[in-house]
């Protein structure tokens, strides 16, 4: 659902893993990485918290470095190249530059995340998501609540509307706060 909400505001939407495929989280970042003005959002079901909430996060390093919001010292430092964008990438701290934007992103998700999921916070969270570490774009993940306990007559499926259009708007006003427009995050859709 998410994917048809994107493309019918006009972004082209190449999904990272289908099916029962399970990509590294390498290839998934490198096919990303190849893209220039990508957008990388990834979704997830949690098995914990309250049924219908959802939360938006953006990276985190472990341990950044006084004076320096984004940076950390990797144990070995792998390079890796941009296809189409030229120069190599510092694996490990890809997202580093891309962390203020990040957590714009995450913070325009949330909002509609909180309009259209009663109980879910007002405020992303910032986390070391293992996958957004090695993205170079903007980059977040959503997690919606929860499979476990789902009460009698609700369905997962139920979410999934709500979901593709908070996110779906969320990508609209990043794109246009991007671009200097006024984002209408603030609007409910």
Do not use: C
């Not at 939407?13 to 099916?19: D, G, H, I, K, Q």
């Not at 918290?49 to 990797?74: E, H, I, L, V, W």
């Not at 995450?106 to 993205?135: C, D, N, W, Y």
């Not at 979901?163 to 794109?175: K, S």
């Amino acid at each position: 659902m998410a994917r048809i909400a994107l493309e019918a505001q006009g972004f082209r939407v190449v999904l990272t893993r289908e099916a029962n495929q399970n990509p590294s989280f390498d290839d998934r970042s490198a096919a990303i990485n190849g893209m220039s003005d990508a957008l990388f959002i990834s979704l997830h079901v949690s098995s914990t918290g309250p049924y219908g909430t959802a939360r938006a996060y953006s990276y985190k390093f472990a341990n950044p470095a006084p004076g320096d919001a984004g940076a950390a010292t990797p144990k070995t430092q792998l390079f890796a190249p941009l296809p189409g964008r030229g120069g190599l990438i510092e694996w490990d701290l890809a997202q580093r530059s891309y962390l203020p934007r990040s957590e714009r992103l995450a913070e325009l998700a949330q909002i509609q995340l909180a309009q259209k999921f009663q109980g879910s916070p007002e405020m992303p969270m910032q986390v070391p998501v293992r996958q957004l570490r090695t993205i170079a774009a903007p980059a977040i993940a959503i997690e919606i609540s929860s499979v476990a306990g789902v009460p009698d007559g609700k369905k997962l499926a139920q979410l999934d509307q709500p979901l593709a259009d908070a996110v779906a708007r969320a990508a609209v006003d990043y794109r246009a706060a991007q671009r200097g427009e006024n984002p209408a995050a603030g609007a409910a859709h």
